[in-house]
């Protein structure tokens, strides 16, 4: 078919929509677009965070996957119960690689996966004995300070009341027991689990104890979740810059950490679809201000280092932080300068949950290579198309997420800065409170998909023949098997850390010897040898 740079966006978006019956050509359409940045950064509109086509083969995951394992799921200090059917809890046990690292005193239950295995029993009669038996019990072996209840489908099915059941036991065990109503159906993928469990930790921890520790420059880090131990290395960071990180929400976090957050000066958000909530909610409860970083990619981390510097404005720290980034950056631009002949010039294509697909854009110009296509399995508009869009009109989905209305706190709250204080920093090119999305930072021209599915990946193989492919394992072997190699930008492929200047360099050097590996050009699909396949039933 076609080369790339011989099939234009339009022409690939056609034949993307070729084989769809009209309807769903109509409606695909409007998830496939080509970028063009207009006056006032205006993009064009992706319909996002709406169902996918029944019969679709899509790469999302549900809302008990993203309220359990993506938001509370790497905090290890939270016992954490799903309710459900043996397989919810199984197949969400440790297959995150968010990882980390207890001290000798605390507790870690990440290690567990807790279940109530409801049977046909509990389905016909009500599991809420079985849940209460559960937590009990769970107390009793383990003695932690937080219980979580995960909700599966079959308890909004059968109507089950988690958190009557969460109420009860918080008086009789006199420890925080709170349930989410996250059943895998609520809304269209994990999106909606990310927003339910925000709710759920801002209402039963957030502010519930007071900051014990000391810092010049407090700040939490919002939607950094630990992968392949990307949070480790920005621990590092920021206390080589002399930065104190109250809590992450929740890569490498306990409760207690999250707990006294609010005594931070400073929100910083990695992962804005996951957590622009909790950033939202804080601001306004206490007055805390935030801004959006990216610390996938050395210049980026650099960028956003020195963001938070100005924001304390401190000369001091100014100065620490410029010194930390020149002694950094020396082997970073050492790997490079040998890496980039290699991959300049090389294409990617890049489909990631809800924040990646973005962030890893930069790590990639750093290395010279260009991204022809990208898109998020279940982001929303601002996403894409920056915050500007907000609010979103309410859709039958959203409808069923609960939106918490947050007041200052009569106590607690406390301006970090005075409103011409911000409209400085503003001034100054720090976009507080603001997040610009995707497509501002992609080439016109480039092809942007929400929702990407089976059927499309596999044409866009055709279309593009692109050196590198990065999505995730739903996708990985079928790409692979067209001979093109293919990153894993959810779980890293095992590898990692990639954010801050040590994963940069790691990345670097992965990305170098993936793409650059003769092994792909040696593979053969069967149907390269025989074009026709042949096949027997078993009967036969
Ligand atoms: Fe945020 Fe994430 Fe992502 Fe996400 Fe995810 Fe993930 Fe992801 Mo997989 S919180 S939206 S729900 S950055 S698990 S660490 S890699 S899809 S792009």
Redesign the pocket.
Known sequence: MFEYNTVTPDEAKKELLDKYPAKVARKRSKQIVVNKIEEGDSVPEVQSNIRTIPGIITQRGCCYA?CKG?VIGPTRDILQITHGPIGCGYYSWLT?RNQTKPNLVEDNFMPYSLSTDMHDNEIIFGGEKKLKQAIEEAYNIFKPKAISIFSTCPVGLIGDDVHSVARAMTQKLGINVFGMSCEGYKGVS?SAG?HIANNAVFKNIVGTKAYKGSGKYKLNML?E?N?GGDSFELERIFEACDLTLICTFSGNSTQVAMAGSPAADLNIVM?H??INYMADMMEKKYGIPWFKVNFIGAESTAKSLRKIASYFGDQELIDTVEKFIKAEMEEVVKVKKEIYPRLQGKTVLMY?????AHHYQDLFKELGMKVISAGY?FAHRDDYEGRKVLPLKIDSDSRNIEELEVNADPEFYRPRKTPEEIQKLIEMGIDMSEYKGMMVDMDEGSLVIDDVNHHESEMLLELYKPDLFCA?IKEKYVIQKHGIPLKQ??NYDYGGPYAGFKGAINFYKEIDQLVNSKVWGYLKAPWQDSPQLIANYVWE
């Open positions: 993203g993506v995150r994990q990310h939607g979740y992968i992962c679809r996951s990631v949950g809800g924040s990646r399995e995730g930008l959810h």
